[in-house]
C-alpha cells in the first residue's frame, strides 16, 4: 500500500518549521485590489433560478466575472552546464553519486548533466564540452489582487525559477518580477509592468462556514482557466511541517497546476489560495488545502512594505492533550497546548513558562488545540508582551511574556530594498546573525540576499548560507571575496539550504 503523502500541486518545496515559534500578522495591505462595481459584482453570485431547478449553485456568473484576473504562471530556472567528462564511450553519461528518490537529485542534475534516461546536455567523444541551457520548469496559478499588476501565486510555484512569465485569459503575456516569496507560508508575489487588470474581490475567510460552496479556478497540467468545485470540508486544519497556516481544507478538485489558484464563495470572494493536495498516487483524491487569504494578505504586506515577513517566537515545543493527560494534570476538558520543552533562553523561560504547563489562552483567547498556538503567536508583533494564561497546579495562571523574534533567512527581499549584486560571483552577502546561527546549527557562513550573474545560474539563490568556499570556511564579506578572487575559472561553494547542506559547482568562467 502506498504511503500517503502531502504534496504541493507544482513543484514542492518542503520547508520543516519548529512548533515554537509562529509568524506576525502585522502587515498592512498596500495595493488593494479594485473596487467592484456593485453591477458586475452582482453577476458573481448565483442565479436563484438556475438552483432552484438543479439543486446545484450556478458558478457560471462568478467565473464569467471574476475568470479574467485568473492568470497561469510559467516559472523556469535556465542554467547552463558542462557534462561530466568520462570514459567508456557513453558520451559523458554518468551516474550520479545521489538516489533519483533524493530530493537533490534533480538539484545535482543542473549541474553534472546527462542522466542514463533522461534527457541531458550533449558532449564530445570523450565525454566533455560544454552542453545547452536546460531549463527546470514548474507550472501554476495565480490571480491579480491590483490593477498596476500585483499577482499572488504560490511561493513554490516560483522557488528557484529565474524566468517568471505570467499569461491572461487574453492571451496576453508579461515577464513577471517576484517581488518577495515567503516559504513557510508558501506565499509569493508577483509585479507585472501593465495597467487596468481585472482583479479579484478579497474575501474573510473566518465568514466562511464548513459545508458551504467553494469554486477553484486555476491551470490544472496546463489546461488555462479549468474551473472546479466542492465544499468547505474543515476549516483551521493543522498539516505536518506546516505549523504556521491553518488550512482550508475543502474537495474541490485540485491538480498540478492549480497551485496559487484562487479558492472563491458563492459571493465571488477570494477566501483562500489553493496550495496542495494529500495524495496516494500524486493526483486529486478528495482532500485540498487552501491558504487562507487573510493570512496570505498579511504575508503580501510584509514582502511588499519590507521585503521580509516577521515572525513571532515563544520558545517552546507543545503538544496536544487527551483526556487521560487532562485528567493527570486535573483539567475538566483536554484543550490547550501542552509544554513539552522550553528553550532554556527564549522568551517563556525568561518569563517563567515551564515543561508541563498548559497553554489554554493568549490574551483572552482560547487555545482549543495545540495547533491553535503557533498562529496565535503570529498574530502578535515581536517586542510587544503577551499575556499567556497556563494551568498548573489544577489552578489557572497569567503569565506575562515579551514575544521574541524568529529570525527568517527564507524569504527572499523586495528588489528595491534588495543590495546590488557584486564581482565575479554575483551575490550580495551579510554574516549571520548569533539569532540566524542558532537557528540554523551553524557556527559560521554567510547569508545570500540576493543572488545573479554566475551564482544565480548555478542555482544560488536569496536565502541560502554559504558556509565554504572549496572547502575552507568563510565567515566574513572580506573572505568571501579573497577566496573568489583567488580562485580560477570555477569554485565549489558549501551552501546550507532547508536545514540540508550541499556543495554546489559555480562556473566563474
Same mark, same amino acid.
Given at each position: #500500500?502506498?504511503?500517503?503523502?502531502?504534496?504541493?500541486?507544482?513543484?514542492?518545496?518542503?520547508?520543516?518549521?519548529?512548533?515554537?515559534?509562529?509568524?506576525?500578522?502585522?502587515?498592512?495591505?498596500?495595493?488593494? &485590489?479594485?473596487? *467592484?462595481?456593485?453591477?458586475?459584482?452582482?453577476?458573481?453570485? #448565483?442565479?436563484?433560478?438556475?438552483?432552484?431547478?438543479?439543486?446545484?449553485?450556478?458558478?457560471?456568473?462568478?467565473?464569467?466575472?471574476?475568470?479574467?484576473?485568473?492568470?497561469?504562471?510559467?516559472?523556469?530556472?535556465?542554467?547552463?552546464?558542462?557534462?561530466?567528462?568520462?570514459?567508456?564511450?557513453?558520451?559523458? /553519461?554518468?551516474?550520479?553519486?545521489?538516489?533519483?528518490?533524493?530530493?537533490?537529485?534533480?538539484?545535482?542534475?543542473?549541474?553534472?548533466?546527462?542522466?542514463?534516461?533522461?534527457?541531458?546536455?550533449?558532449?564530445?567523444?570523450?565525454?566533455?564540452?560544454?552542453?545547452?541551457?536546460?531549463?527546470?520548469?514548474?507550472?501554476?496559478?495565480? %490571480?491579480?489582487?491590483?490593477?498596476?499588476?500585483?499577482?499572488?501565486?504560490?511561493?513554490?510555484?516560483?522557488?528557484?525559477?529565474?524566468?517568471?512569465?505570467?499569461?491572461?485569459?487574453?492571451?496576453?503575456?508579461?515577464?513577471?518580477?517576484?517581488?518577495?516569496?515567503?516559504?513557510?507560508?508558501?506565499?509569493?508575489?508577483?509585479?507585472?509592468?501593465?495597467?487596468?487588470?481585472?482583479?479579484?474581490?478579497?474575501?474573510?475567510?473566518?465568514?466562511?462556514?464548513?459545508?458551504?460552496?467553494?469554486?477553484?479556478?486555476?491551470?490544472?497540467?496546463?489546461?488555462?482557466?479549468?474551473?472546479?468545485?466542492?465544499? !468547505? @470540508?474543515?476549516?483551521?486544519?493543522?498539516?505536518?511541517?506546516?505549523?504556521?497556516?491553518?488550512?482550508?481544507?475543502?474537495?474541490? &478538485?485540485?491538480? &498540478?497546476?492549480?497551485?496559487?489558484?484562487?479558492?472563491?464563495?458563492?459571493?465571488?470572494?477570494?477566501?483562500? !489560495?489553493?496550495?496542495?493536495?494529500?495524495?496516494?498516487?500524486?493526483?486529486?483524491?478528495?482532500?485540498? %488545502?487552501? !491558504?487562507?487569504?487573510?493570512?496570505? #494578505?498579511?504575508?503580501?504586506?510584509?514582502?511588499?512594505?519590507?521585503?521580509?515577513?516577521?515572525?513571532?517566537?515563544?520558545?517552546?515545543?507543545?503538544?496536544?492533550? /487527551?483526556?487521560?493527560?487532562?485528567?493527570?494534570?486535573?483539567?475538566?476538558?483536554?484543550?490547550?497546548?501542552? *509544554?513539552? @520543552?522550553?528553550?532554556?533562553?527564549?522568551?517563556?523561560?525568561?518569563?517563567?513558562?515551564?515543561?508541563?504547563?498548559?497553554?489554554?489562552?493568549?490574551?483572552?483567547?482560547?487555545?482549543?488545540?495545540?495547533?491553535? $498556538?503557533?498562529? #496565535? !503567536?503570529?498574530? $502578535?508583533?515581536p517586542g510587544t508582551t503577551a499575556n499567556v494564561t497556563v494551568w498548573r497546579d489544577k489552578a489557572s495562571k497569567d503569565?506575562?511574556?515579551?514575544?521574541?523574534?524568529?529570525?527568517?533567512?527564507?524569504?527572499?527581499?523586495?528588489?528595491?530594498?534588495?543590495?546590488?549584486?557584486?564581482?565575479?560571483?554575483?551575490?550580495?552577502?551579510?554574516?549571520?546573525?548569533?539569532?540566524?546561527?542558532? @537557528?540554523?546549527?551553524?557556527?559560521?557562513? $554567510?547569508?545570500?540576499?540576493?543572488?545573479?550573474?554566475?551564482? =544565480?545560474?548555478?542555482? *544560488?539563490?536569496?536565502?541560502?548560507?554559504?558556509?565554504?568556499?572549496?572547502?575552507?570556511?568563510?565567515?566574513?564579506?572580506?573572505?568571501?571575496?579573497? =577566496?573568489?578572487?583567488?580562485?580560477?575559472? @570555477?569554485?565549489?561553494?558549501?551552501?546550507?539550504?532547508?536545514?540540508?547542506?550541499?556543495?554546489?559547482?559555480?562556473?566563474?568562467?
Amino acid at each position: #500500500m502506498n504511503a500517503k503523502t502531502l504534496s504541493r500541486s507544482a513543484i514542492a518545496v518542503a520547508v520543516a518549521v519548529a512548533v515554537s515559534a509562529g509568524y506576525v500578522a502585522g502587515r498592512h495591505n498596500v495595493h488593494t &485590489p479594485e473596487v *467592484i462595481q456593485q453591477a458586475q459584482a452582482a453577476t458573481a453570485l #448565483m442565479p436563484a433560478e438556475a438552483a432552484a431547478k438543479t439543486g446545484i449553485p450556478d458558478f457560471s456568473g462568478l467565473v464569467q466575472t471574476y475568470g479574467p484576473a485568473v492568470v497561469n504562471i510559467s516559472a523556469k530556472h535556465v542554467v547552463k552546464h558542462t557534462a561530466l567528462r568520462g570514459g567508456g564511450g557513453n558520451g559523458g /553519461n554518468q551516474q550520479l553519486p545521489i538516489d533519483p528518490s533524493d530530493p537533490f537529485y534533480q538539484f545535482y542534475r543542473h549541474f553534472f548533466g546527462n542522466v542514463p534516461g533522461m534527457q541531458g546536455g550533449q558532449g564530445g567523444d570523450d565525454g566533455g564540452g560544454e552542453a545547452p541551457d536546460t531549463p527546470s520548469a514548474s507550472l501554476g496559478s495565480g %490571480f491579480i489582487i491590483s490593477s498596476d499588476g500585483y499577482i499572488l501565486t504560490n511561493a513554490h510555484v516560483v522557488d528557484g525559477a529565474n524566468v517568471v512569465t505570467v499569461k491572461l485569459t487574453d492571451k496576453r503575456e508579461y515577464h513577471a518580477k517576484v517581488v518577495g516569496a515567503d516559504k513557510q507560508s508558501d506565499v509569493a508575489v508577483l509585479k507585472i509592468d501593465a495597467k487596468d487588470l481585472p482583479t479579484v474581490k478579497i474575501g474573510d475567510p473566518r465568514q466562511s462556514k464548513v459545508g458551504q460552496w467553494v469554486v477553484a479556478i486555476g491551470s490544472p497540467y496546463g489546461f488555462d482557466n479549468t474551473v472546479t468545485s466542492g465544499i !468547505i @470540508s474543515a476549516k483551521s486544519r493543522s498539516l505536518p511541517n506546516e505549523n504556521y497556516t491553518p488550512f482550508i481544507q475543502t474537495d474541490v &478538485p485540485v491538480n &498540478p497546476g492549480n497551485s496559487g489558484g484562487p479558492l472563491f464563495n458563492l459571493e465571488g470572494e477570494v477566501i483562500g !489560495i489553493n496550495s496542495m493536495i494529500y495524495s496516494q498516487t500524486g493526483g486529486f483524491q478528495g482532500l485540498s %488545502f487552501a !491558504i487562507p487569504i487573510n493570512e496570505a #494578505m498579511k504575508v503580501k504586506d510584509d514582502l511588499v512594505k519590507t521585503g521580509h515577513v516577521s515572525r513571532g517566537r515563544l520558545g517552546v515545543a507543545v503538544q496536544g492533550l /487527551n483526556q487521560t493527560l487532562a485528567d493527570s494534570f486535573g483539567m475538566k476538558q483536554p484543550q490547550g497546548a501542552l *509544554i513539552s @520543552s522550553v528553550d532554556k533562553s527564549g522568551p517563556a523561560a525568561k518569563a517563567g513558562l515551564e515543561p508541563g504547563d498548559v497553554i489554554t489562552a493568549v490574551d483572552g483567547t482560547p487555545i482549543t488545540e495545540s495547533s491553535d $498556538l503557533p498562529s #496565535m !503567536i503570529a498574530g $502578535l508583533k515581536p517586542g510587544t508582551t503577551a499575556n499567556v494564561t497556563v494551568w498548573r497546579d489544577k489552578a489557572s495562571k497569567d503569565i506575562k511574556v515579551t514575544i521574541g523574534a524568529l529570525s527568517d533567512t527564507k524569504v527572499a527581499s523586495n528588489d528595491e530594498s534588495k543590495p546590488q549584486v557584486q564581482g565575479r560571483l554575483g551575490v550580495a552577502v551579510r554574516p549571520l546573525t548569533p539569532q540566524e546561527k542558532d @537557528s540554523a546549527s551553524v557556527s559560521h557562513g $554567510l547569508l545570500v540576499q540576493q543572488a545573479g550573474g554566475a551564482a =544565480a545560474s548555478a542555482g *544560488i539563490q536569496a536565502g541560502d548560507v554559504i558556509l565554504a568556499v572549496n572547502g575552507r570556511p568563510v565567515s566574513s564579506v572580506d573572505q568571501l571575496k579573497q =577566496a573568489v578572487s583567488q580562485a580560477g575559472d @570555477s569554485i565549489a561553494l558549501l551552501i546550507e539550504r532547508d536545514n540540508a547542506q550541499i556543495f554546489v559547482p559555480v562556473d566563474l568562467g
